[in-house]
């Protein structure tokens, strides 16, 4: 692994950028869970209720 993943484009799709670091912009454009995550933690929610 390593390096920054391959670019999944799909039709209708838009670009994100969220982050200001193309490497963890793309994983959020590849990793929908990972948007969740991020999500999750920038509001500060609990993991336990996140996760039930």
Known sequence: ???IP????????MAL???GDEHADQVLI???FAV???MM????YPMDNALA
């Open 17 to 19: 950028h969220i982050t």
């Open 41 to 44: 933690l920038d509001q500060q």
């Open 36 to 38: 969740l995550v991020g």
């Open 30 to 32: 590849n990793d929908p």
């Open 1 to 3: 692994m390593g390096g």
């Open 6 to 13: 391959s670019r999944v484009v799909h039709p209708g799709s």
